[in-house]
Nanobody
Framework: QVHLVESGGGLVQAGGSLRLACAASGRTSSIQYMGWFRQAPGKEREFVAAIKWSDRSTYYGDSVKGRFAISGDNAKNTVYLQMNSLKPEDTAVYYC??????????WGQGTQVTVSS
C-alpha cells in the first residue's frame, strides 16, 4: 500500500508563491501518475496538475496553466507543485494523488493553501 504525505501549504498574499511537496512511501514501484487536486468548501474537487512518472509528461488544469508547475523526483518518490502568481481563488485544500499502473488511486490527507486579497 502507498502512503502520501503533503507539505508546504500555508498563508500567502495574492501574487505570492508557494511550493507544495508530496512524498510517497510504501509500494512506490507501481506509480503511473502523481498529481494534485484541490477543493474549496462548497465547491467541486478540481484537477490541478499531474505528471506521468515514466516520461515526466505533465498536464495542467486550465485555471492554473502558466502559473503552476509540477515536477517529480523519482529517486525520492516525491512530487512538487510550484505555485506562482497565486490568486484568492486558488484558496483550497490541495490533495496529492497517485495513480498506479493498475488504476488504483491513493490520496494524501491534504494541505491547506490560503491566498489573501
Amino acid at each position: 500500500q502507498v502512503h502520501l504525505v503533503e507539505s508546504g501549504g500555508g498563508l500567502v498574499q495574492a501574487g505570492g508563491s508557494l511550493r507544495l511537496a508530496c512524498a510517497a512511501s510504501g509500494r512506490t514501484s507501481s506509480i503511473q501518475y502523481m498529481g494534485w487536486f484541490r477543493q474549496a468548501p462548497g465547491k467541486e474537487r478540481e484537477f490541478v496538475a499531474a505528471i506521468k512518472w515514466s516520461d515526466r509528461s505533465t498536464y495542467y488544469g486550465d485555471s492554473v496553466k502558466g502559473r503552476f508547475a509540477i515536477s517529480g523526483d523519482n529517486a525520492k518518490n516525491t512530487v512538487y507543485l510550484q505555485m506562482n502568481s497565486l490568486k484568492p481563488e486558488d484558496t483550497a485544500v490541495y490533495y496529492c494523488n497517485e495513480r498506479t499502473a493498475w488504476d488504483k488511486h491513493y490520496w494524501g490527507q491534504g494541505t491547506q493553501v490560503t491566498v489573501s486579497s
